[in-house]
Each structure stands twice: as C-alpha cells, then as structure tokens.
C-alpha cells in the first residue's frame, strides 16, 4: 500500500513541476516582442533604398527627400500605436480578472494589427514591382502584420497565466520589463541615412 501511495506522489509531483515548466517557459519570453521591433524597424532602410533608386533613376533629389518625409510620419503612427499597444497590454493584465484580461488584450492586439496592416500595404505598394516610376524589383519585408499579431497574441496570454501566479511586485515587473527602451520602436531619423 505505501508503494503505491509514494508512486502516485511522485507521478503527481512530474506531472506538477512539467506543468508548470510548460506555462511558465514561454510566458517568460518575450521574444515575439523583441521580434516584432526588429521586423517593423527593418523597413525602413529597405523603403529608403529604394527611393533613393527611384531618385537616382530620375536624377530627382526630391523624390528621396519627400519619400522620407512620407514615410517618417507613416513609421510614426506605428511608433505611436507601439509605445500605447505595450502599455495597454500591461495594462489588461495588471488590471482585469484572467476572463476580462483576454478580452481587452484581443482588443488591443486588434487595433495594433490594423495599424501594421495599414503600415504594411503603405511601404509595399510604395516598393512594388514595376510601381512608382518603374523601378524594377520587389522589395522583401519580414513584416507579416497578421502573423506578428499571432505571435505577440500569444505572448502576452502566456504572460497573463504566468502573472496569474505571481504576486505584487513580482507581477508588475514581470509585465513591466515589455516596456523598458530595448523594446522601443528605434525612432525614425536613427534608422534613416
């Protein structure tokens, strides 16, 4: 009889700590957050190179100039909607039951997908093939806004479990550490030559 008791609390034990390191490895990672940056600052030199064909081909100075221009406040609406989406995300977790969480994160990560989406068809009808001026040659961008929504999505369900489980100070840091400057958008004239 103690046999089997001792091997039922080791099974359930496993069980327990396997669980928890399922929940808990991915919340831990942010790494859809980090990559989601780094997608959305690499078109910007990539939309740049190609005014500047585009401005080289027409012997036009101001076609680079004004497409900076254009694309600087384009790249800042998502910068905008960047620094409000982290925060409003923060926000949905510290400040909601698990059930009401999700809804305002669903939300959210609605609104930012539509600004990316937004953002994505701007910079790839401006470099398509055969497009302004005939430049020839598509420019690739990793930015798929759907599939970054998923990802981010799904990173900050993790989060919200894993800050399910986790009390005060311990939580808000957790959450918090998304809005720290390594995951600021790099702004605009940085990226720009």
């Known amino acids: 009889m103690k046999r089997y008791n001792l091997l039922i609390v080791l099974l359930l034990f496993i069980f327990n700590v396997t669980t928890a390191q399922k929940k808990g490895s991915p919340a831990a990672d942010f790494s859809a957050v980090r990559e989601a940056?780094?997608?959305?600052?690499?078109?910007?030199?990539?939309?740049?190179?190609?005014l500047q064909q585009i401005s080289e081909k027409e012997s036009d100075p101001n076609i680079l100039a004004n497409g900076k221009t254009a694309?600087?406040?384009?790249?800042?609406?998502?910068e905008l909607e960047w620094r409000l989406y982290r925060g409003n995300m923060n926000n949905c977790i510290l400040n909601n039951s698990s059930k009401k969480a999700k809804k305002c994160m669903e939300y959210h990560n609605t609104m930012f997908r539509d600004t990316m989406i937004n953002y994505n068809?701007?910079?790839?009808?401006?470099?398509?093939?055969?497009?302004?001026?005939?430049?020839e040659g598509d420019t690739?961008?990793?930015?798929?806004?759907?599939?970054?929504?998923?990802?981010?999505?799904?990173?900050?369900?993790?989060?919200?479990?894993?800050?399910?489980?986790?009390?005060?100070?311990?939580?808000?840091?957790?959450?918090?550490?998304t809005m720290a400057d390594d995951y600021k958008l790099t702004p605009f004239n940085q990226l720009a030559p």
Do not use: C, S, W
Request: net charge positive; hydrophobic share 35%.
């Open 71 to 78: 694309l600087a406040k384009e790249y800042g609406k998502v």
């Open 37 to 50: 940056k780094t997608k959305i600052e690499n078109t910007v030199p990539l939309v740049i190179k190609h």
């Open 121 to 135: 068809n701007y910079i790839t009808n401006l470099t398509r093939k055969n497009g302004y001026l005939g430049v």
């Open 140 to 177: 690739k961008f990793e930015l798929n806004p759907a599939e970054t929504a998923t990802k981010l999505n799904e990173a900050y369900f993790n989060a919200n479990d894993a800050a399910g489980r986790m009390k005060g100070a311990q939580k808000t840091d957790f959450v918090g550490q």
